[in-house]
């Protein structure tokens, strides 16, 4: 069964950095591609960032708005995914899911919160 | 960009009924392999939303047959034939073919 628990969410001060994670299970995590999509309060889903398993390079991908201040990353022989979020601002509050492409479906994680408030 | 537009945005449903969803997209989301990677999820109250329809016109595991997917080119459509309770939530499509990834703006149904 595929699992991806993400973790690292919390409360941060606008200007502030968080690293959240995604542990993932049940597939070859390896050869898998990742992303990370989030979704604010009330509001629809917003993919934010993709990276490729290292066989297709690890090739990593952003959406406009966050180019340059969030990085995505993984660590293979921990089978995790990180997002690394810098500069935040109250706009990045949010629900932040971890997503896996398998087999042409894509999986969801249950999603961390991270509230940029002051 | 790839932009998916929804509709309606709400629907209600007497149980028992069929209800059904668009999702039109601004350009064909077929992928280079020929492959469309074109999903439908259902997110309900308080959780992530769950797969329900993958590649157009498959459904996933564990998905009831009331549900189906079909279209093409740029046209998409979800088809539920007959609505239970537990069908309420918020619909999304998305695409996975070209970046950046896009979701439509979700339909919400209600009994």
């Known amino acids: 069964e595929v699992q991806l628990v993400e973790s690292g969410g919390g409360l941060v001060k606008p200007g502030g950095s968080l690293r959240l994670s995604c542990a993932a299970s049940?597939?070859?995590?390896?050869?898998?591609?990742m992303s990370w999509v989030r979704q604010a309060p009330g509001k629809g889903l917003e993919w934010l960032a993709r990276i490729k398993s290292k066989g297709f390079g690890g090739t990593t991908d952003y959406a406009a708005p966050v180019k340059g201040r969030f990085t995505i990353s993984r660590d293979d022989s921990k089978t995790t995914v990180f997002l690394e979020v810098n500069s935040l601002k109250t706009e990045d509050t949010a629900v932040y899911y971890c997503?896996?492409?398998?087999?042409?479906?894509?999986?969801w994680g249950q999603g961390t919160l991270v509230t940029v408030s002051s | 960009d790839i932009v998916m537009t929804q509709t309606p945005l709400s629907l209600s449903v007497t149980p028992g009924q069929p209800a059904s969803i668009s999702c039109r997209s601004s350009q064909s989301p077929l992928h280079g392999d020929g492959k469309t990677y074109l999903h439908w999820y259902l997110q309900k109250p308080g959780q992530s939303p769950q797969l329900l329809i993958y590649e157009v016109s498959n459904r996933f595991s564990g998905v009831p047959d009331r549900f189906s997917g079909s279209g093409s080119g740029t046209d998409f459509t979800l088809k539920i034939s007959r609505v239970e309770a537990e069908d309420v939530g918020v619909y999304y499509c998305?695409?996975?073919?070209?970046?950046?990834?896009?979701f439509g703006q979700g339909t919400k149904l209600e009994i």
């Open positions: 049940g597939f070859t995590f390896s050869d898998t591609w």
């Open positions: 998305m695409q996975v073919s070209q970046l950046p990834y896009s």
């Open positions: 997503t896996a492409h398998i087999s042409g479906t894509t999986f």
